[in-house]
C-alpha cells in the first residue's frame, strides 16, 4: 500500500532528465534547443502534479480522507489555474 520507494525513484528519474534537458536547452542551440527547454519545463510542471496524485492515491487506500480530499482540492486548484491560463 505505501509504495513511496517507487515514486522516489520516479522522481528522482525525472531530476536527472530535467536537468539533462535544462543543459540541452541552455547549450543546444536551434529547434532542438527549444525542444530540450520546453520539455525541462514540462517536466518540471509534471513531477509535482505526478507525486500530489500518487500521494492522493496512496491515502484513498489508506482511508486517510483529509488528506486524500485535500489534495484532491490542490489538484482541482491546479487544474483550474491551468485552464484559465490557456484561455487568457
Given at each position: 500500500?505505501?509504495?513511496?520507494?517507487?515514486?522516489s525513484k520516479i522522481?528522482?528519474?525525472a531530476?536527472?532528465?530535467?536537468f539533462?534537458?535544462?543543459l540541452g536547452g541552455?547549450?543546444?542551440?536551434?529547434?532542438?534547443?527549444?525542444?530540450s527547454?520546453t520539455?525541462c519545463?514540462?517536466?518540471?510542471?509534471a513531477?509535482?502534479?505526478l507525486?500530489?496524485?500518487?500521494?492522493v492515491?496512496?491515502?484513498?487506500?489508506?482511508r486517510?480522507?483529509?488528506?486524500?480530499?485535500l489534495?484532491?482540492?490542490l489538484?482541482?486548484?491546479?487544474?483550474?489555474?491551468?485552464?484559465?491560463?490557456?484561455l487568457?
Open positions: 500500500m505505501n509504495d513511496l520507494n517507487t515514486l522522481l528522482m528519474v531530476l536527472v532528465i530535467t539533462a534537458c535544462a541552455a547549450f543546444i542551440p536551434g529547434t532542438v534547443g527549444q525542444w527547454g520539455a519545463i514540462i517536466i518540471l510542471i513531477a509535482p502534479v507525486r500530489v496524485t500518487w500521494l492515491v496512496d491515502w484513498t487506500r489508506a486517510d480522507v483529509k488528506f486524500a480530499l489534495g484532491c482540492a489538484l482541482v486548484v491546479l487544474a483550474t489555474s491551468g485552464a484559465i491560463a490557456l487568457r
